[in-house]
């Protein structure tokens, strides 16, 4: 290959990359300043609250209006949001939470087997690559690319008697899910799918039209 010819097919590599780093640059980036983002939060509070929801007509195997202690025991600190959500349903459902386990009647330990978020996805595509052989390195190309985020919570509850450590019954299963997926088709073409709650929208064109549609946020403004 002559010396002009390897020119040309430079200039043409020089050239693709540009124009495929452009179409990639236009994708959106994800970051945050906090331990979790603000939709794996969300994965983990609205499962949590369907889980509870499902069973809202099951009640506990000790009267209502009874006095009682509440503790949860798990391995991930989210057990805490888990805690004072059950709090505030069994305010609901009659029974009385004590903060001092002398006033209370039963002991209600929560087992919290699973509460979190899960992570999986596809891609298809050519991954980045950087060389030593070219003086320039290549983004991702995805012409078709998935990730899959799930909130899931799994937990029952033991009951015991407070004065005589007596077992008095567990409940049944409470078990829900969550989910939030992104979609990226042909470099950056790009959609989301989601059972949350009123999720938080990037791009200042949403965020203008969600608070055109929130009678509140028009109030705080003024």
């Known amino acids: 290959m002559s010396v002009v010819s390897m020119s040309k097919a430079s200039r043409i590599m020089v050239l693709c990359a540009v124009s495929i780093a452009f179409l990639v ?15 794996e939060q969300l994965l983990i509070s ?9 069973k809202s007509d099951e009640s506990l195997p000790i009267p209502l209006g009874s006095k009682v202690i509440l ?20 305010g609901q459902q009659g029974y009385l939470v004590q903060r001092d386990e002398k006033k209370a009647i039963y002991r209600i330990d929560v ?10 996805g596809d891609f298809v595509g050519l991954p980045p690559i950087q060389s030593h052989l070219i003086p320039f ?18 937990f029952n509850m033991n009951i015991f008697e407070m004065l005589t450590g007596k077992f008095v ?10 989910y939030h997926n992104n979609y990226t088709i042909l470099f950056f073409f790009s959609f989301t799918s989601t059972d949350l709650t009123s999720p938080p929208q990037f791009g200042s064109f949403r965020r203008k039209s969600l608070n055109a549609r929130d009678p509140q946020s028009e109030d705080l403004a003024k």
């Open 137 to 154: 390195s290549l983004p991702e190309l995805s012409f078709y690319k998935s990730e899959h985020q799930t909130g899931y919570v799994k």
């Open 25 to 39: 640059g236009c994708s959106t980036t994800r970051t945050t300043q906090s331990p979790r983002t603000a939709v």
């Open 111 to 120: 087992i919290v087997w699973a509460l979190g978020t899960e992570l999986a």
């Open 46 to 54: 609205e499962a949590v609250i369907r889980s509870l929801s499902s």
């Open 169 to 178: 019954g567990s409940t049944s299963t409470f078990l829900a899910e969550s």
């Open 71 to 90: 503790n949860t025991y798990g391995l991930t600190k989210d057990q805490t949001l888990l805690q004072q959500v059950l709090t505030g349903w069994l």
